[in-house]
């Protein structure tokens, strides 16, 4: 037998408003039915845990969602010839002074890229091909690094890569070409005639996306301004704000946003060009990442529902199966408020446990996956989503706490009806219950 | 009478069964309903996709669908119609054959690159929708000789109107240059600006002429009634066709010819049966609860019931009675609640407002109709039917130890 406490020795249990003692009543009373106790941990445990791997889920797959919409050369901020965007053609690129840059590169970004986009046609020996020809600046940093990190034979173009050009692995196949080998583009010049280049292959990368990796091809921007009498003409502009966009930003978008700073600064710089952001150019991917954290409510919500329906029945049970135990303590002098406070923190303790379990297990579940999950067996499937093929779960402690915070809040409000009801003083006197 | 006692077992605690009936049928009812939408989606989705261009299913040469050039054709001949016209379930279907070429205008002061294809005017407004999408002009005729129809974009790109000549520039299967004038007939505009950019169709007479490629195609595009009914045009058509020609011939269902939007289906269903399965895994839990606890607080009657001669099989039986009653209440309500609400909204269909630009993207339009099958609606009773089974067994396991009740226990 235990030996009791100085403080149950003296005190007796009419005087029990002690909140150590109740709390010892109520941590024992949760294991005289072990099981009971359990599925319910359970319930609550699996609820939490999977109202925050959702989330994680969420999370993971709109930053993933961003990053793609981001990091293959777009940008948060896109600068374009007016009419651009219809016809993305080399009569609608712009032309650019040295001074007209400086000025660009000399605004609050992190990085920035002016390159040439425009449909050309791509011919080896045997096969041609329509593909998405991209003349960019070698020395592109932050930018190219997408394409640049997966060069994957050969290597990605540098300063002197005149006549050279780096084509994706599917499209080679498709060219029936090789790295060394030579390709001839056409594309049409500034003139509107048709204009060739023979360009070697010097690298192949290999790209998330199938359909991407057989149309988008690299070329020097000096090059291709050369070969289609373009000098400082640029088809796109793209530019990274100062601070990196997340997704918060993005769900509390202000006109007074380091982004929206920019393209004001922007439009005012360079009034005749066509100045948007990517929530115009990606509405898609912008109304995604706003509907999934509205979506990830409406989970929790649902899932709460179903978790307060297992809460409240097995309450409703076991205060029913209790009444003969809430009457003889209330006739040994356990006040109701004192009762009341036992089985609250009954409820507490089940949800701090469930609570411990379902962070525990969600952290081990995040570690266990610390690489990545790889959806390559259905890359061409989240490329037509626009994410890319891994998805990295983060343990996202500040959304995990409000997950938490309201569901555990909700249970505890929602569960003190029936609490409160069973023990009014006219449900607990001897009279009602003991015969 | 176990029946009997069972069902009245149930009324004892009326606010217990009602809350388990009520979470078994909000689970079943959102399941029906949300599966339905999903489902009702990727129909949408595959139609409008597969109807614009590919069709349901295409017989090709066999290294078409990684290399789709000029090489890689087939040769048909006019006894392959008598097997196809054979075959009921086929609604439509036409032969095509396509290249990569360039086009300018007559004062070739514009040049674009295009895909240029070969289809039989006759045969194609049942396989794509494109015809129905001229804007200005008409669809190209069977009677039409150098007739050319062109995408929104290409059209602009290469300011020329309808009634305007362009030249096309390319090389034949021989590899030999193949150069030729067309007249514009009509433009069309798929709401795809890349597609419209690209977008250029002759017929397949003109095509096989200027290309070299008399009697050759590289697509059989078939369309059925429903888009189920393609993949069993399989076994119907091919051994017959290949016997028919030399060429290598290979069958693609629509999987195969949009991969990307298959798995994109895929993806998506995948996440959400992930998500319903935690949502029943939960339900179940609860549950398994309140049957366990049942059990527990009713030690006492069952013990009685045994001590007057109930065997602990009958006690078992009405445990599992009871368990089968509630959840089939709950399954009864959700299932057609869920039914209801879905026909509802097949009705009226469900509008996301400010979506459609977003949507066009997908090759859908903004109003969105649920379509329920077999799988949404049977999928959450399936999922419960596994569980219950779970709940007997642990009824059974629980009333092997039940004894009979004492006269000390009284």
Redesign the interface.
């Known amino acids: 037998m235990k030996q009791k406490t100085a403080e149950q020795q003296t005190m007796p249990i009419h005087k029990s408003g002690n909140p150590a003692l109740i709390n010892r009543f109520a941590w024992r009373n949760l294991w005289r ?1 072990p ?2 106790s359990l ?2 941990i ?2 609550t445990a ?2 939490l845990m ?1 109202s925050l ?2 989330y994680s ?1 969420m999370q993971a797959w709109a930053k993933s969602m961003l990053d793609h919409t981001l990091n293959s050369l777009s940008g948060e901020v896109q600068l374009h010839a007016p009419h651009y965007q ?2 993305p ?1 080399v009569e609608h690129s712009m032309l650019l002074t040295s001074s007209q840059l400086t000025q660009l590169k000399s605004l609050p970004i992190r990085d920035f890229s002016a390159h040439l986009k425009l ?3 791509i011919k080896s020996e ?5 593909v998405q020809l991209l003349g960019v600046e070698p020395q592109t940093g932050r930018p190219l690094d997408f394409i640049r990190k997966t060069v994957h034979q050969g290597q990605f173009l540098n300063q002197d890569s005149t006549y050279q050009i780096v084509i994706g692995a599917k499209l080679a ?2 060219l ?1 070409t090789d790295l060394g080998r030579k390709v001839v583009l ?1 594309s ?1 010049g500034n003139d ?3 204009k060739e280049i023979g360009l070697t292959i010097v690298g192949l990368y290999r790209h998330s996306d199938p ?1 991407a990796e057989a149309a988008m091809v690299f070329a020097d921007l000096k090059t291709v301004q050369n070969w289609l009498d373009i000098d400082n003409k640029y088809s796109e502009i793209t530019l990274n704000s100062s601070q990196p966009l997340d997704i918060q930003q993005i769900l509390n978008d202000t006109p007074n946003s380091p982004l929206n700073r920019l393209k004001n600064r922007l439009k005012q710089a360079f009034p005749e060009l066509d100045v948007q952001t990517w929530q115009s150019l990606q ?2 991917a912008n ?2 990442i706003k509907m999934m954290d509205s979506f990830n409510w409406v ?1 929790i919500a ?2 709460l ?3 307060l ?2 809460m ?3 309450l ?3 205060l ?2 209790r009444r003969r135990e809430f009457t003889t303590l209330y006739t040994i002098g356990l006040k109701s408020s004192a009762l009341r406070w036992m089985l609250l923190l009954e409820l507490v303790w089940i949800l701090a446990i469930a609570l411990l379990v379902s962070w525990g297990a969600m952290i081990a579940l995040i570690a266990s996956v610390s690489d990545g999950i790889d ?1 390559g067996f ?8 626009g994410v890319d093929r891994i998805l990295y779960l983060n343990i996202e402690w500040q959304d995990w706490f409000d997950v938490s915070a309201a569901m555990v809040v909700t249970l505890i409000m929602i569960a003190a009806v029936p609490i409160w009801r069973s023990t009014r003083v006219a449900q607990l006197k001897p009279s009602n219950r003991i015969a | 009478m176990l029946i009997s006692l069972a069902w009245r077992n149930l009324w004892r605690h009326r606010k217990r069964t009602w809350i388990t009936v009520a979470a078994v049928g909000l689970t079943t009812l959102m399941l029906v309903f949300m599966l339905s939408f999903q489902f009702g989606i990727y129909d949408t989705m595959k139609e409008q996709n597969l109807k614009l261009m590919d069709g349901y299913a295409q017989i090709q040469q066999s290294d078409f669908l990684e290399q789709p050039n000029l090489e890689h054709s087939f040769v048909y001949s006019d006894q392959w119609s008598s097997v196809l016209d054979k075959v009921d379930s086929l609604s439509a279907y036409g032969f095509r054959a396509q290249t990569y070429v360039i086009l300018s205008n007559n004062a070739d002061t514009q040049n674009r690159g295009a895909l240029i294809m070969g289809v039989q005017p006759d045969k194609e407004p049942q396989l794509s929708s494109l015809a129905k999408k001229i804007i200005s002009g008409r669809y190209l005729q069977n009677s039409d000789d150098h007739k050319i129809v062109l995408g929104k974009q290409l059209a602009a790109q290469l300011r020329s109107k309808v009634g305007d000549q362009v030249q096309l520039l390319g090389e034949d299967r021989d590899g030999s240059l193949a150069i030729d004038l067309y007249e514009i007939v009509g433009i069309a505009d798929t709401h795809i600006p890349e597609l419209n950019r690209q977008l250029a169709q002759i017929t397949l007479s003109d095509f096989q002429i200027l290309f070299a490629m008399p009697n050759r195609a590289q697509q059989l595009v078939f369309m059925t009634a429903e888009i189920g009914q393609a993949a069993d045009l399989k076994p119907l058509v091919m051994p017959q066709l290949q016997s028919l020609t030399d060429s290598d011939l290979r069958f693609r269902n629509w999987q195969a010819l949009q991969p990307a939007l298959d798995q994109a289906i895929e993806l998506d269903l995948s996440s959400a049966i992930l998500w319903y399965a935690a949502l029943l895994l939960i339900v179940i839990l609860i549950l398994l609860n309140t049957l366990y606890m049942s059990i527990l607080e009713r030690q006492n009657e069952f013990s009685l019931l045994n001590a007057l001669g109930v065997q602990p099989i009958q006690i078992s039986q009405i445990l599992i009675l009871e368990i089968v009653f509630t959840t089939l209440l709950g399954l009864i309500s959700g299932v057609l609640l869920g039914m209801a609400v879905t026909e509802y909204f097949i009705f009226q269909g469900i509008t996301l407002p400010g979506s459609e630009g977003v949507f066009a993207q997908f090759g859908l339009s903004d109003t969105l109709y649920p379509v329920l099958s077999l799988l949404s609606v049977g999928f959450a009773p399936a999922v419960f039917g596994f569980g219950l089974i779970l709940l007997c067994a642990m009824v059974l396991f629980k009333m092997r130890s039940l004894k009979p009740l004492t006269g000390r226990q009284l």
């Open positions: 039915n099981r009971r599925i319910l359970l319930v699996l609820g999977s791997f959702f889920l219809d016809n053609d449909p050309a046609m045997y096969e041609t091909y329509p196949k498709r029936n056409m049409q509107g005639k048709l359909n509405p898609f109304a995604s989970w649902m899932i529902v179903l978790m329906f297992g409240i029945n097995t409703l049970m076991s029913y199966e959806l259905l890359s061409e499937g989240a490329a037509w989503f």
